[in-house]
């Protein structure tokens, strides 16, 4: 079992930005692909960013087209924490952001009821 508790949500201006964080425990954080997705009101819930392990210390990332170059997904593999540091935020980055992980890989075009693992959410909204 692996538990996971979003932090770092808040109020921002447009242009601003925040840091996420996510803290694991329970199984070995390093193995697991680890990512954020969001769900906007009325939406449903997408993709955002993801990791995985590429063997020894070697990770990839993936992310959505609407926040590349936007944001950066990281991992503390000592500290079974993964980060999302969000620049130039818009209002339409406005959503409740969850992270998530899967034992093995996954990736963008993967289904998201692949993941085994989800937090509870951190509310992120971006005032214009």
């Known amino acids: 079992q692996v538990q996971l508790v979003e932090s770092g949500g808040g109020l921002v201006q447009a242009g601003g930005s925040l840091r996420l964080s996510c803290a694991a425990s329970?199984?070995?954080?390093?193995?697991?692909?680890m990512g954020w997705f969001r769900q906007a009101p009325g939406k449903e819930r997408e993709f955002v960013a993801v990791t995985n392990h590429g063997g020894g210390s070697t990770y990839y990332a993936d992310y959505a087209d609407s926040v590349k170059g936007r944001f950066t997904i990281s991992r503390d593999d000592a500290k079974s924490t993964l980060y999302l540091q969000m620049n130039s935020l818009k209002p339409e980055d406005t959503a409740v952001y969850y992270c998530a992980a899967r034992a093995g890989t996954w990736y963008g075009l993967n289904s998201i009821a692949l993941l085994d693992y989800w937090g509870q959410g951190t509310q992120v909204t971006v005032s214009s």
């Open positions: 329970g199984r070995t954080f390093s193995t697991y692909a």
